[in-house]
């Protein structure tokens, strides 16, 4: 009897530990259906000013029973009404915000389909299915970025096989890139494309470049100017804000600092860069990795989303944010005003 116990007993302490362990850190706690709206700060609830956006509310999302998470990607789709994400598994889903009064509060609708392949396969495995980036194609369609493999493959739609392009990534970038550090930002489209890698800025090794699929590129550098920690700092999503200037999200992680966010506007024909928000604790932050700009009735909107990696210690956030008028402003952005009247001839002499 007593040689039965002292087999088993260390079992049963190693059960108990992973048991404990499996409670504290709650693996399932994200499979449920339940939104929870998340302010933008947990210590202010009625904060909403941040840089040059004011917070139109957020959510945190779960499983949904469709196994939400991995978002890398986000558009803003306007003939629909909703927002496209992509996963790093190779699917894509649909949002439907339910918004009132501009502000996001809940859900309607979750759809979520299989990215394929050339032959119109499903793309399994991290090497060929880690799908990162998303952009409208010039003919309505998609183009989307893979890392790892890295490719560059449009979509008339994205329940059909994908097309090759011409794009080869590490040559539009200038620099090679690395295994996990691809193309993790796409915006514009074929005719004027900007692209960034998951990597810091670098004199020698820009992390963006831009220009037309199948024509030379021209390198940029993209770093935020208001991220305290730069050298962490690397593009995660962007999109177009109107002609020559785009959005560009940041992700900075340390283990001092956690998670840490930054928006920008750049130019890519100048590389000037504008500050719009920074996002550290004790606000709401996690590791966003998807931007989107929607332009309506005259309002310029930002979401953000983050990749939960499928871990139960992380979050899918949703956050939408009203960009101010005035970061719009033509001087602010570099572009030229309108042009002045000429002033009035002076009255004739008699």
């Known amino acids: 009897m007593l040689g039965r116990i002292a087999l088993w007993g260390p079992l049963l302490i190693a059960a108990i530990l992973v048991g404990g362990y499996v409670y504290v850190h709650q693996p399932f706690a994200r499979d449920g259906t339940e939104l929870v709206p998340v302010p933008l700060s947990e210590d202010d609830p009625a904060l909403v000013r941040l840089g040059k956006v004011t917070y ?3 959510l945190d999302i779960p499983r949904m029973g469709l196994n939400i998470g991995g978002l890398s990607a986000l558009r803003w789709h306007a003939e629909s009404g909703r927002l496209l994400a992509l996963t790093d598994d190779a699917r894509f889903v649909w949002i439907t915000p339910d918004e009132e009064a501009g502000r996001l509060v809940g859900i309607t609708d979750i759809a979520v389909g299989d990215l394929l392949g050339l032959q119109g396969e499903r793309l399994n495995g991290k090497e060929r299915g880690d799908s990162e980036s998303l952009t409208r194609s010039a003919e309505g369609g998609w183009l ?9 493959w449009r ?27 691809g193309l993790e930002t796409l915006a514009g489209d074929e005719t004027r494309l900007f692209a960034c890698a998951e990597r810091r800025s670098a004199a020698l090794s820009p992390n963006c470049g831009v220009g037309a699929i199948g024509a030379p590129s021209r390198a940029l550098r993209a770093l935020p100017t208001d991220l305290p920690s730069k050298q962490d700092a690397v593009p995660t999503d962007a999109d177009q804000l109107r002609a020559d200037w785009f959005v560009v999200l940041f992700r900075s992680y340390t283990a001092q600092t956690g998670n840490r ?18 996002l550290a604790p004790p606000l709401n932050v996690d590791n966003f990795e998807g931007l989107a700009v929607r332009n309506e009735g005259g309002r310029t909107f930002l979401y953000i989303v983050s990749d939960d990696n499928f871990s139960a210690d992380q979050r899918t956030l949703l956050m939408k944010f009203e960009l101010d008028p005035d970061a719009l402003d033509p001087l602010l952005l570099g572009l030229d005003p309108a042009p002045s009247p000429p002033p009035s001839a002076p009255p004739a002499k008699e």
């Open 144 to 152: 989307v970025g893979f890392e790892r493999d890295h490719r560059v």
């Open 261 to 278: 966010a930054a928006i920008s506007a750049i130019s890519s024909s100048t590389g000037v860069q504008r500050p719009i928000a920074f």
């Open 155 to 181: 979509y008339a739609s994205l329940t059909s096989p994908a097309q090759p392009t011409a794009m080869e990534p590490s040559a539009f970038l200038g620099t090679p890139l690395e295994d996990n550090s």
């Open 56 to 58: 139109r509310g957020g």
